[in-house]
DNA sequence: GTAAGCGAAACGATTACGTCA
DNA sequence: ATTGACGTAATCGTTTCGCTT
């Protein structure tokens, strides 16, 4: 028996890629680690791909749900399915799951960036789909090696992404009951429903901090023409008390707006009020801090 | 009542794919 | 045919939240 490391990316150092799938040997992945030091791709091909859980299957095709023991499943080391409970799927699901054990083991021993958990979504999913996502990569011939390391991307059709926009309008977060709803109804599988709401939500965001950004530009430039205004005004003034001794002798005047009609009336110590248009206000932007700064509102202020 | 542990969901950051100019 | 920019689907690691022990 030859030793081969099947795990990870052999282009990238170990460290990193067993680093990148920490998390992926959440139940029962490190088994299959461990097990997979021991054989090579091929040897494990040969060894398992056709015997073990094909027997299992046909151990299984005349009752309604394969049984298949934790001791079974140790034998069964580089099958992420076999770690997916087969035995809670009716036959014909598990020969569908069969179909795609090997896609999963390329993906998952030579190049595998995914983990467990999603390779366990997928196949459930993919199961219910009736697998043709996979078909239809079996079928691609440009593909020298079908795996999951190879990130496919799909195009969501323009019929798609409307409806989820629909969707997204009404709400923009989903329950699992509404993932799987809309899932179904878009022939999609809810992993990417769930994505496309992720991202949506991410894009909105941006989009809002990108408005937000742009209104406090605003906000600034307008403040700091004000400010240039008013330390002019100040100069001006500082000028004129210089030149007038008697400047500061006058009674002392309070400058008073009123809200409604922007007016500013000068009242004197003596009582003598005069309105008049003196300058229309500058009108200061409103910015609700909670808004800008979620922090604000984090913390309780307001 | 409460701290610890756990799993699921959501998130931000990033990668990588497909398209178009 | 090539290339770079861009939009976005997909991935990864972390945080948050609710539940259980």
Redesign the pocket.
Known sequence: MELGLSLGDPSKPLEKSF??????F??GGFDFCIMGLGLNNQEIEENYRDNDIDDLISEGENSDEIEINNQELNLLPLSPVSRLGLNRFPVEEVTSANRLRSQFHLGFSVG????F??IEN?VVEEIGNDVVEVERAASDDDDDEIG?????????SKQQ?AFLEDSFKEH?????KQ?VALAKQLS??P??V??????????T?LKQTEIDYEYMKRCSETLADENRRLQKELQELRALKNSNPFYMQSPATTLTMCPSCERVSTTTSTGNGKIGVVRKAVPFPVINRSSFFPIFSKFGFS
């Not at 680093?19 to 992926?24: A, E, L, R, W």
């Not at 595998?112 to 983990?115: F, P």
């Open positions: 680093k990148k799938q920490k998390t992926s959440k139940n595998g960036k995914r983990g958990e999603e997928d999951l390391s190879n990130r496919k991307k799909l195009r969501l992404s923009s977060t989903l329950n699992p993932k999609l599988r992993r990417q769930e994505v496309w709401f992720q991202n949506r939500r991410a894009r965001k």
